[in-house]
C-alpha cells in the first residue's frame, strides 16, 4: 500500500517559482520510479518529470531547465522545483510512484500561473 499526499501548489506570477511536494507511506519508496504529471482543462495528462531509482531523471522538453525533481529516500519525499514558471504551466499537478506492477497517485494540487 502505497499513499501520497502532496502540497505546494498555489497562485503565482509568470516569472516565478514554486517547489512542489509529495511525501509517500509504503516500504520501498527507495527503489520506486516517481514522477510528476500535469493536466490543464480540456487537456491529457502529461508527463512533466520523473526520477529513477538510481538518480536519472528525464523532462518534458516544455519544462527542460526550468524544472528540477528531486527525491529524499530518508524523507520517503519527492519534490518539483519550479523556476521560471508561465501561465502554460498552470495545471493541476499529481505526483506518481511506480513499483512493479503498479502504479500510485497522489490527489493533485493546483498551480496557477499568473501572466
Known amino acids: 500500500q502505497v499513499q501520497l499526499v502532496e502540497s505546494g501548489g498555489g497562485l503565482v506570477q509568470a516569472g516565478g517559482s514554486l517547489r512542489l511536494s509529495c511525501a509517500a507511506s509504503?516500504?520501498?519508496?527507495?527503489?520506486?520510479?516517481l514522477g510528476w504529471h500535469r493536466q490543464a482543462p480540456g487537456k491529457q495528462r502529461e508527463l512533466v518529470a520523473r526520477?529513477?531509482?538510481?538518480?536519472?531523471?528525464d523532462y518534458a522538453d516544455s519544462v527542460k531547465g526550468r524544472f528540477t525533481i528531486s527525491r529524499d529516500n530518508a524523507k520517503n519525499t519527492v519534490y518539483l522545483q519550479m523556476n521560471s514558471l508561465k501561465p502554460e504551466d498552470t495545471a493541476v499537478y499529481y505526483c506518481?510512484?511506480?513499483?512493479?506492477?503498479?502504479?500510485?497517485w497522489g490527489q493533485g494540487t493546483q498551480v496557477t500561473v499568473s501572466s
Open positions: 509504503g516500504s520501498f519508496f527507495s527503489i520506486s520510479t
Open positions: 526520477i529513477h531509482s538510481g538518480g536519472n531523471t
Open positions: 506518481a510512484s511506480q513499483l512493479v506492477g503498479s502504479t500510485y
